[in-house]
């Protein structure tokens, strides 16, 4: 089996698939809409005790197996009792999500080119929100940047783990970190920087619920792209010296220092001009614009802040494409770049109700049955039921149904402090089985916890 070519190329690869639109497109109004800092402390900590065991646990499937999430599972489940419809969970988000992804993603290289031809000049503020407005609804742009986008990632992974996947997201991970390195030393400059400071590490209670919590676990998945059968993959490509708990909390930290230095590169732009930090999915197409514009250097600044957009879904969309075709390969036996042009091609064809769901020319009913358009829906899905699910028969797998021996010597295998398997394995059987359950019931309005808290205090809404 092919495996990464060194400790660092894991490293870049993980990194630049946890740091996706999830952090760059989902923190910032995330952050924003649920009062700051404490929602960022809920946020580091789920990571911490949520994240990071059912990362751990995902890498430990996939270099026990050396097998992609489905196989993985079949080989470790020596009684054959089904748990593989975890790693069927994984393919199917994986799947889904590069179907939605690539038409957010193309959006951004649509703003790229917009910058570098001087997109700025002239247009005055409320005429940016309509300018996203017309290109979201314009069908076949829309559909000629998802395609070109499914199709640069297509080609990407064709070259295989070393040469396509490895050497690809440590060129790219670099580029985005230098990129977000540049674009936060310009933040530092400008007069909403010491706002902006205290908007996202200073606690508003009033802003907060148990519902914030519930964000920040969900948020917590996202950004570690685990529950998607991505870190099984990666796992089944380590070497057996490396440490997993060790790369694992190499990942986490990272990915931790990104998220804050997206936030405080976002809001002090946000903060200059004195806008609510509360501008949700928006914030990145409408509010950054109309801000840029008004910022000296609007067309370097803006072509930085989009091309970064841009290479931070790359690196999350290799991935992506990446485990639909490696469980294929193993399943059916097909070569690797036929298995990758077909599942590109596949993504691209799901994806294009996605595509044209804001011009209404696909499915026009769509929203009036469902309550929400289509890429919408798919977003739901994913978000709501299936990377929940299948973290969740994850995490019941390697915590109760995994042969013990191999768990404990994955896990401790090149690690200084094997004693701490103990306590990890007490947060993968118990703390993030429940954690996830009480996502699932919370999100999906099974049961409403802030209610239900407000009720114990004889407090109504």
């Avoid at 740091?19 to 929602?39: A, D, R």
């Avoid at 964000?215 to 070497?239: H, N, P």
């Avoid at 841009?310 to 075709?325: H, M, Q, W």
């Avoid at 200084?416 to 919370?442: E, N, S, Y």
């Amino acid at each position: 089996r092919e495996h990464w070519s060194s400790r660092f190329g894991f490293i870049m690869a993980s990194i630049g698939s946890a740091i996706g639109l999830g952090i760059l497109w989902k923190f910032p109004y995330t952050v924003g809409q649920n009062g700051g800092g404490l929602f960022l402390l809920s946020y580091f900590i789920c990571l911490i005790l949520v994240g990071i065991p059912l990362f751990i646990a995902e890498l430990i499937l996939g270099r026990g197996s050396q097998k992609a999430a489905v196989k993985a599972f079949e080989t470790q489940d020596k009684k054959g009792s089904g748990w593989k419809v975890a790693g069927w969970f994984g393919v199917l988000s994986s799947f889904l999500i590069m179907s939605f992804y690539s038409v957010i993603a193309g959006w951004g290289m649509s703003y790229v080119i917009m910058s570098l031809t001087g997109f700025y000049q002239g247009v005055k503020g409320p005429d940016f929100s309509q300018v996203f407005d017309s290109l979201s609804t314009s069908g076949g742009i829309t559909l000629f940047w998802h395609f070109l986008f499914t199709l640069i990632t297509t080609m990407i992974v064709t070259l295989g783990v070393r040469k396509g996947v490895e050497y690809w997201a440590k060129l790219m991970t670099k580029v985005l970190l230098i990129l977000l390195t540049l674009l936060f030393l310009y933040a530092l400059s400008l007069k909403g920087f010491g706002p902006a400071v205290r908007f996202i590490f200073f606690p508003k209670m009033s802003a907060f619920n148990f519902s914030s919590v519930i964000e920040a676990l969900g948020l917590a998945f996202w950004t570690l792209s685990i529950g998607q059968g991505i870190m099984i993959s990666y796992g089944s490509y380590m070497k057996r010296e490396e440490s997993i708990p060790q790369m694992a909390g190499i990942v986490a930290f990272s990915v931790i220092v990104v998220a804050i230095l997206t936030a405080l590169t976002i809001f002090p732009i946000v903060f200059t001009f004195d806008l609510p930090p509360q501008a949700g999915p928006g914030l990145i197409f409408k509010t950054m614009p109309t801000l840029f514009a008004q910022l000296p250097g609007s067309l370097l600044i803006s072509t930085m802040f989009f091309s970064l957009f841009v290479f931070t879904a790359l690196t999350s969309a290799i991935p992506l494409i990446e485990v639909v075709a490696t469980n294929i390969m193993e399943l059916i036996g097909w070569k690797r770049k036929k298995a990758v042009v077909v599942v590109g091609l596949s993504t691209f064809a799901f994806g294009i109700p996605s595509a044209l769901a804001k011009s209404h020319s696909f499915f026009p009913d769509w929203q009036h049955i469902y309550g929400m358009d289509f890429l919408k829906t798919i977003d739901h899905l994913v978000s709501i039921w299936i990377i929940p699910l299948g973290g969740l028969i994850t995490t019941l797998f390697v915590g109760w149904g995994m042969d013990r021996k191999t768990v404990k010597s994955e896990f401790q295998f090149g690690m200084r402090f094997p004693f701490l398997v103990g306590p990890w394995l007490f947060f993968i059987r118990w703390v993030v089985p429940i954690t996830i359950v009480v996502i699932i019931l919370q999100s999906t309005g099974l049961l409403h916890f802030d209610t239900l808290f407000l009720a114990k205090k004889g407090v109504t809404r």
